[in-house]
């Protein structure tokens, strides 16, 4: 007698909420970590219109100001971003200590003199608007989750000696609102041949 047996895993979906918005976090990657320096992204898509909104917040509880953003996008996901106003389109600008980290500018953004009074100063923030993206928000996020949409910041004038420095998002993201729950439930069977 032989006892042979087959495994069945069933799984069922209890709860699928789709992700609508999440909030991203930067660290620094060039220059020293100053305390109080406070930079999230909080990305959004506008449905009616197929526009994912990435908005820049500079949270930061000293002195600190973005002057040039970076956007690294590996699967070309985004289009062409929307003009903003005091800030020049411009894909060549040099983020300090991007070549380290093997990022590659597909979309930059240098804001016009003087940066430290039209950057994104403590307590401002900043959309950047891409039209017409065929993808969906979960893709979108998907792709800043896994490293396919990376972006970087150079951020000056920081705390009282007004240092600089260059911050990359976090590659892990946490959704704002989400909610997966997958229950699992395995069966053994055993035959006797």
């Given at each position: 007698m032989i006892k042979k047996f087959l495994t069945l895993i069933l799984c069922s979906l209890l709860t699928l909420t789709p992700v609508d918005a999440v909030v991203i976090a930067f660290n620094p990657f060039q220059g020293e970590n100053v305390p109080g320096v406070d930079i999230s992204l909080y990305v959004t898509t506008d449905t009616s219109t197929n526009n994912v909104v990435l908005t820049i917040n500079n949270n930061s509880t000293?002195?600190?100001?973005?002057?040039?953003?970076?956007?690294?996008?590996?699967?070309?996901?985004?289009?062409?971003?929307?003009p903003i106003p005091t800030w020049d389109?411009?894909?060549?600008?040099?983020?300090?200590?991007?070549?380290?980290?093997?990022?590659?500018?597909d979309y930059g953004f240098i804001?016009?003199?003087?940066?430290?009074?039209?950057?994104?100063?403590?307590?401002?923030?900043?959309?950047?608007?891409?039209?017409?993206?065929?993808?969906?928000?979960?893709?979108?996020?998907?792709?800043?989750?896994?490293g396919q949409i990376r972006i970087a910041m150079h951020v000056q004038s920081i705390g009282s000696d007004e240092i600089s420095a260059a911050y990359i998002n976090d590659i892990y993201i946490a959704p704002e609102s989400s909610t997966v729950t997958v229950v699992c439930i395995r069966y053994r069977f055993y035959y006797v041949s």
């Open positions: 000293v002195q600190a100001v973005v002057t040039r953003i970076a956007i690294h996008d590996i699967s070309s996901l985004l289009s062409q971003p929307s389109i411009n894909n060549n600008l040099n983020i300090p200590g991007t070549a380290a980290i093997d990022f590659e500018i804001v016009n003199p003087p940066p430290v009074k039209n950057g994104i100063n403590s307590g401002e923030s900043l959309d950047i608007i891409f039209a017409d993206i065929n993808e969906s928000i979960q893709d979108i996020i998907y792709a800043f989750d896994d």
